[in-house]
């Protein structure tokens, strides 16, 4: 087999085989095919696209280039769920320990990497004292006895996708579908779920930008979840503004907290609900939509679910005095408020903006050796479809620098207002099975 034919069939618009397609990650792995073939392979899929079958062949290949968790030591049916990133994103720490407290072990590791705030990690060391790095048998004996762990990434996972992204990073050949689709659930097998929920984020501050492209997304992930045997369901949700009012680490574990203490953050709130219905029917806890998500509501009122954060943070050396007094988080030198310019209804956010707004302020990495500060962040006051008078507050800046003339200016430019009134965005827009 030669990679110039595998390249050639591609670039003609006709499927590869799955012997062709192990053939060239195996090759490239062993650097027996240089970076300028692949490339011109991956521009070639680019723009020939990849047929289902193509695709999960593609993830298989990749998963197996490296290490695949194996999470048969710990009981039950285990679910992950992944999110493909958005601003304000603090949904696994009300979705683990309610999906905990359902029954359901959650078994997860999750990375730091580069944003507008810190990874799941991050946030969590935001908390004295919390480990983030456990042995393997600390792992699963937290996750059997307390249903659920999170753990920064260990083991060699996908390597073949970290090498192929470098590489569709610098030759313009990120935004392909299919291999998105096929880095994301390559990774996700990887970490040896038995079933997926995937939350696919829609609109300004999302990774995919159209609802089509979102949908499409979703619907490739789902195909290739079900083709390498893990039941897979994706969820279509808004990120056309910050998810919940709080951006950064320290005070998105606050705001989590906050939920699991019963405060109605309305969006944040439905969206974990949403999530840890599909979580808990795929894992064989509850039968139906109304039971799950009946029954969930329950165990964030009842304090379960609070009690299931706080068993995990204590297991991993975390200071609870923190999570029952919140004031004790980090925080910041300095409260800027963003003000209002003129009357109206918000209309239109950029969270994206807002999500550079939270880095500029040191909450997120801009290269990986960037340290994150813990106590920086974003409040946000307004939301679309709120009314606003001229110099209402809009967000406040929780900063450590004292001149952030320029953030504030980025946050106001990122904020439309309207004179008409605008209808409140709504969370979910399609869940895909
Ligand atoms: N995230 C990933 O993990 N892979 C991609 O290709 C794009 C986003």
Do not use: W
Not at 326 to 338: A, I, N, Q, T
């Amino acid at each position: 087999m030669r990679m110039v034919d595998i390249i050639a069939k591609k670039r003609n618009g006709d499927p590869l085989t799955e012997q062709e397609i192990t053939f060239f990650i195996e090759e490239y792995m062993k650097e027996k095919i240089p970076d300028y073939q692949v490339s011109a392979l991956m521009m070639a899929i680019y723009y020939q696209g990849m047929t289902q079958e193509e695709t999960a062949n593609l993830t298989k290949n990749m998963v197996a280039s490296g290490d695949v968790i194996d999470l048969s030591p710990i009981e039950g049916h285990k679910v992950d769920k992944h999110s493909t990133g958005g601003v304000g994103d603090k949904t696994t720490f009300i979705v683990g320990p309610l999906v905990a407290a359902a029954g359901i072990p959650v078994a997860k590791m999750s990375g730091r990497g580069l944003g507008h705030t810190g990874g799941t990690v991050d946030k969590l060391e935001s908390i004295p004292g919390f480990k983030v790095e456990l042995t393997n048998q600390q792992f699963i004996d937290n996750v059997n006895k307390y249903k659920l762990s999170v753990v920064g990434q260990t083991g060699n996972l996908a390597p073949a996708d970290k090498k192929l992204y470098a590489l569709r990073d610098v030759t313009a050949t990120v935004d392909s579908i299919p291999l998105i689709a096929s880095s994301i659930m390559s990774k996700k097998i990887a970490s040896g779920a038995d079933s997926i929920v995937l939350d696919v984020k829609t609109g300004s501050g999302a990774f995919m930008k159209s609802f089509e492209d979102s949908k499409q997304l979703a619907e490739e992930m789902v195909t290739i979840g079900k083709q390498l045997e893990r039941q897979t369901i994706a969820i279509i949700s808004d990120m056309n503004q910050p998810l919940g009012y709080e951006i950064g680490n320290a005070n998105e574990v606050k705001e989590a907290v906050e939920v699991l203490q019963g405060k109605r953050v309305e969006d944040l709130r439905e969206l974990a609900i949403e999530l840890a219905t599909h979580m808990t029917i795929l894992g064989g806890v509850y039968q139906n939509y109304n039971e799950a998500t009946q029954s969930l509501e329950k165990l964030i009122d009842n304090g379960d679910a609070l009690n299931c954060f706080m068993d995990f943070i204590k297991a991993q050396g975390g200071d609870i005095t923190v999570i029952e007094d919140l004031s004790k988080l980090p925080g910041s030198s300095y409260k800027v408020e963003v003000k209002a310019d003129q009357k109206g209804y918000i209309h239109e956010m950029e969270a994206d903006e807002i999500g550079v707004a939270a880095m500029h302020l040191g909450a997120g990495r801009a290269t990986k050796d960037d340290d994150i500060n813990h106590g920086v962040g974003i409040t946000l006051r307004k939301k679309i479809g709120d009314p606003v008078e001229s110099g209402d507050t809009l967000a406040i800046l929780n900063s450590d620098q004292e001149n952030v003339e320029n953030i504030i200016n980025i946050v106001k430019d990122a904020y439309t207002i309207k004179s008409e009134k605008t209808n409140k965005q709504k969370m979910i827009y399609e869940v895909i099975k």
